[in-house]
């Protein structure tokens, strides 16, 4: 190696397994390179003062393309992503719910030049035939997604029919990616709410109660400890959720847990003031900061975040009753920033960060250590953060089509200064830079 196509000098490089003080050497949009090496380059970025971490791996974000891209589309979704830090995610929108081979081919097709970032695809679990599961685990899909109960128009998947997908495709490998709320305990909280001519915020978390959320999640977890299927329960809001994956992990069962921003930073009492705004399921469950400290003690070897990206413009968020507006938060534009002011803030190491939202999801899905390493033989996906910059979120820093977010007004430290995809500058200061196309669709590596 005699000449490399870019150094990054002088930073200090952030993965997984720690740091250390040194260069970055990218060739052919590859990591080629650790340390101090004695190579020329054609180009040099100065990295003094500024934390070189791996790309982000973004494993749950709902883009709405092609159906409801008033919401959200490809290319202005991965360009919020790109913007903050995350070079890979995977879509699985709803409203193009992918349920077989064909399916799966025809939504790749057509997101194949409207990414700025790679991205893989996720395929819901099957309405017909488990046979299905088959078709879409060959054309590369990242997970399979399941609902246990009827949500964004999906309907729920019966005991029944998960444990049969489940047992005979979980020596595949491929993740089941479980929505868990009881379909009975929510379907009948609605019917009491609904009958008391109850409209406010404060319906959310009583109609997807607690106890919906973790009575789902002890039969998923019973389901893949028969099975042996890689699963993971999807936005984790509560600590009692933590736990039962936790024991399961402990008795050797193949179960992890995701968890967002918004199950830590919002307040479950906000659904009072801003109703529609905080319409999201599970809602978040915090009340006291003794909450806050109990959900980051979850936060161990056997989870992940991600940013449940699921936008709706504050037009469409006031545009009916609290029961009628799409479910959901934008969270791209913020997912990251949160979790360098975590770090900031001491909650978690650097380390850490690029553990829980790089290599694990990276792991989990397949995607590694093509992903959410710095290690040699790794796409060259870089982010360089300034670690103490320190500035106040607003409305306007949204990329994404929601056009606001839940954090305005919030502080945070800690900012991405630059981004690369496979070496090449996709995002600087915040603002994207590169085109539709420049990210491609992944298959995972199982």
């Given at each position: 190696m005699k000449?490399?196509?870019l150094?990054i000098?002088n930073?200090?490089i ?5 740091e250390m003080?040194?260069n970055?050497y990218v060739?052919?949009g590859?990591i080629?390179g650790?340390?101090?090496l004695?190579v020329?380059?054609?180009k040099?970025?100065d990295a003094?003062?500024?934390l070189v971490?791996?790309?982000?791996f973004?494993a749950?974000?709902h883009?709405?393309d ?12 991965t360009?919020a992503?790109?913007?903050?830090g ?5 879509e699985h929108?709803h ?5 077989s081979?064909?399916?799966?081919v025809?939504?790749k097709e057509?997101?194949e ?7 893989g695809i ?5 309405t017909?035939s ?9 054309e590369?899909?990242a997970?399979?997604k399941?609902?246990t109960?009827t949500?964004h128009?999906?309907?729920g998947?019966a005991t029944?029919?998960?444990?049969a997908g ?7 490998r ?8 009881d ?9 009491q ?8 915020g404060g319906?959310?978390p ?12 002890q039969s ?5 400890e028969?099975?042996g299927?890689?699963t993971i ?11 039962i ?7 050797g069962v ?6 967002c921003p918004q ?7 906000d659904?009072l003031t801003e109703?529609?705004f905080?319409k ?6 915090i ?28 037009a469409q968020?006031k ?5 009628e ?7 791209l ?9 975590s770090a900031?803030k001491g909650r978690?190491?650097y380390p ?7 290599r694990r999801?990276a792991r ?8 959410g ?9 870089i982010?360089l953060?300034?670690?103490d910059?320190e500035?106040?979120?607003t409305d306007e820093?949204?990329i994404?089509k ?6 305005a007004?919030?502080?945070?430290r800690?900012r ?5 995809l496979?070496?090449?500058?996709i ?6 830079v ?13």
């Amino acid at each position: 190696m005699k000449k490399v196509d870019l150094v990054i000098k002088n930073g200090r490089i952030i993965m997984a397994d720690g740091e250390m003080e040194g260069n970055v050497y990218v060739q052919s949009g590859k990591i080629a390179g650790l340390g101090h090496l004695d190579v020329a380059a054609e180009k040099s970025i100065d990295a003094s003062n500024l934390l070189v971490m791996p790309g982000m791996f973004e494993a749950h974000a709902h883009l709405m393309d092609p159906a409801e891209t008033d919401r959200e589309d490809m290319p202005t979704g991965t360009a919020a992503a790109a913007a903050q830090g995350v070079t890979t995610l995977i879509e699985h929108s709803h409203c193009t719910a992918v349920r077989s081979g064909a399916e799966f081919v025809l939504k790749k097709e057509y997101l194949e030049n409207r990414s700025v970032i790679d991205f893989g695809i996720g395929a819901h679990f099957p309405t017909d035939s488990i046979d299905r599961i088959g078709e879409v685990i060959r054309e590369g899909a990242a997970f399979i997604k399941v609902f246990t109960c009827t949500t964004h128009g999906i309907p729920g998947v019966a005991t029944g029919d998960l444990y049969a997908g489940m047992s005979r495709y979980g020596d595949t490998r491929i993740p089941f990616l479980i929505h868990a709320e009881d379909d009975s305990l929510t379907a009948s909280a609605e019917k009491q709410l609904r009958s008391a001519v109850r409209s406010d915020g404060g319906i959310i978390p009583q109609w997807r109660n607690l106890l919906a959320e973790t009575v789902a999640a002890q039969s998923v977890v019973t389901i893949a400890e028969a099975s042996g299927a890689l699963t993971i329960l999807a936005h984790c809001s509560h600590p009692e959720v933590f736990k039962i994956a936790e024991k399961a992990r402990q008795r050797g069962v193949r179960v992890w847990t995701e968890t967002c921003p918004q199950y830590i930073a919002l307040k479950e009492d906000d659904v009072l003031t801003e109703g529609a705004f905080r319409k999201f399921t599970p809602p978040n469950r915090i009340q006291s900061e003794a909450d806050v400290e109990a959900i980051w003690g979850c936060i161990g070897d056997g989870a992940y975040f991600a940013s449940d990206h699921a936008p709706s413009t504050r037009a469409q968020k006031k545009g009916g009753s609290v029961w009628e507006v799409p479910f959901g938060l934008p969270g791209l534009d913020t997912t990251f920033r949160f979790l360098l002011d975590s770090a900031a803030k001491g909650r978690i190491s650097y380390p850490m960060l690029v553990e829980l939202y790089s290599r694990r999801p990276a792991r989990l899905y397949g995607y590694y250590p093509r992903k959410g390493t710095l290690l040699p033989g790794a796409d060259a996906d870089i982010v360089l953060v300034d670690p103490d910059s320190e500035y106040e979120m607003t409305d306007e820093m949204v990329i994404s089509k929601a056009g606001w977010t839940p954090y305005a007004g919030r502080t945070f430290r800690g900012r991405a200064k630059a981004v690369f995809l496979r070496g090449k500058k996709i995002a600087e200061n915040g603002a994207c830079v590169a085109k539709p196309g420049t990210g491609k669709f992944l298959a995972p590596h199982r």
